[in-house]
């Protein structure tokens, strides 16, 4: 984009999405995530128009979008996502620094919620985009991973970012890339004693 051409919405809502990315990973809390939802559902309305293109047969996009519909509709349930620094989970260890756990019921609502047009379709994408732990979902690795989309997308379009947020994740991913290294995360959570489930399972009731 030369200087002084007007920016596309296209680009602006991706340099939305990747602002409010860089919150969620910073300082995550029910208010960055909610941002982060309605940001990333925004950004594929606006490349629908502008390029002809969306992330519908991306399974990450389909569980943020699902998710993104329910909270919408019933923000107080927001209440009910707990927001985790892994450091305060001795017990586990995973790829990710923070976990961003929703009961399962909550899940099974925003599944329940897709049109029943798509729904067949759409609930193995977002079954299979989701870390579940028996009662507990794990939608942090989703989101992570839905990010590398967004920057793969915005490359493939050559689409021209001004922004800070997404220049840092260009920057990580470029790094990755000259290492070899996987840039989607498996978001697996392993534990050093007992059942991950069990440990998880605590979070709703020990963390404030």
Not at 12 to 20: K, L, M, P
Not at 37 to 66: G, M, P, Q, T
Not at 164 to 186: I, L, T
Request: aromatic share 10%; net charge neutral.
């Amino acid at each position: 984009m030369s200087q002084g051409e007007p920016k596309g919405s296209g680009a602006s809502a991706a340099e939305r999405f990747f602002r409010t990315y860089e919150v969620h990973c910073v300082a995550p809390n029910q208010d960055s995530l909610f941002n982060l939802l309605n940001s990333a559902h925004s950004l594929n309305d606006r490349l629908r128009k502008e390029f002809k293109a969306d992330f519908f047969s991306v399974k990450e996009f389909a569980a943020i979008k699902a998710l993104r519909n329910l909270f919408h509709h019933q923000d107080e349930l927001l209440s009910e996502v707990q927001v985790v620094a892994a450091e305060r989970l001795p017990a586990i260890a995973t790829d990710l620094l923070f976990l961003c756990l929703v009961q399962r019921p909550l899940v099974e609502r925003a599944i329940a919620g897709i049109s029943s047009k798509y729904r067949s379709e759409q609930e193995s994408l977002v079954r299979a985009a989701l870390k579940w732990y028996g009662n507990v979902v794990n939608i942090n690795p989703c989101i992570f991973n839905f990010a590398v989309h967004v920057h793969e997308r915005v490359k493939s379009l050559g689409m021209q970012l001004d922004c800070p947020a997404h220049a840092a994740f260009k920057q990580s991913y470029d790094r990755e890339e000259r290492n070899g290294h996987s840039h989607f995360v498996s978001g697996d959570i392993s534990c050093h004693a007992g059942s991950v489930e069990a440990v998880l399972k605590t979070v709703f009731a020990d963390v404030v």
